[in-house]
């Protein structure tokens, strides 16, 4: 997820009233504010992004949700107008469990997912029966155990995908027990915890850098995609020239992605992903999810 998770978030001053039905389509220059969801609106480039959209004559509200299961659910009914929080892969499960048709309208950034400590200095010093904490939603926590068979602390009984579950762990084969919780809790499970994996969104809010991390997956590997997070909106909006000025002035405000880098400590590998590359990836993603449920 992401950050964030690809993603998430800042200090939003209090911006003008919204004006007209949420949900609607909008045209660049129009008084309608454009609502974004995201995950944990505290980080300064939300500021300097509604300021840049501000100056192109659209009005933007940064709408802060607590937890990844909220934002998509909104977009659908209409609560916002987009969201920026999530990659792929946790919107192609939603899409599915849901019969949701969201779409994403452009890419902001893939965030490695790394695995965390305030025991142990380093991989090699977890000890053997070491309890090790991930996010409990499918996506992540997919991603999460295949972070720690790389790291050589869980074997995965099919080698690892999408779809890996604590049901897939051979536990025989491996070196720690794995628990899961929901994704903002696993940071504050440290002191209980040998380790744990944590989203970008809540590794500084846990007092941790991003180069505590023992061990991550690599966001630049080019299989990576359907790990990319991205701007979402609904099916019927894909094409609103509005939202999707507000995608290019995220990519193309250098201040903006500086502020994601920098959010990020610099883990954060930006990206400009055609959005029609998303769009497939989705539809795959999406059809082995339906797959692997049958």
Known sequence: MSKRLLAALATVPLLALLAGCAGGTADAGSDKTVKIGVVGASDPYWAVYTKAAADAGITVEIVDFSAYDQPNPALTAGEVDLNQFQHLV?????????????????STAIYPLGLY????????????????????????????????????????????????????????????????????????????????????????????????????????????????????????????????????????TQAVQDGVLAVSGGSGVLVKTPVADLVSSLATVVADTKAHKK
């Open 90 to 106: 946790y919107l192609a499960q939603y899409n599915t469990a849901s019969n949701a048709d969201l779409t994403p309208i452009g």
């Open 117 to 252: 400590s305030t025991k142990y200095k380093k991989v090699s010093e977890i000890q053997k029966g070491d309890t090790i904490a991930v996010p409990n939603d499918a996506s992540n926590l997919s991603r999460a155990l295949l972070v720690l068979q790389s790291a050589k602390l869980i074997t995965l009984k099919d080698g690892g995908s999408i779809f890996s579950t604590l049901d897939d762990i051979d536990t025989s084969a491996s070196k720690v027990t794995v628990t899961a919780l929901e994704a903002s809790l696993t940071a504050t499970s440290l002191p209980d915890v040998a380790g744990a994996i944590i989203n970008n969104d809540f590794v500084e809010k846990a007092g941790l850098k991003f180069t505590d991390a023992l061990a991550k997956d690599d966001p630049a590997d080019p299989t990576a995609i359907p790990y990319v997070n991205v701007f979402v909106a609904r099916a019927a909006d894909k094409d609103n020239a509005t939202y999707q000025k507000l995608v290019q002035i995220y990519q193309d």
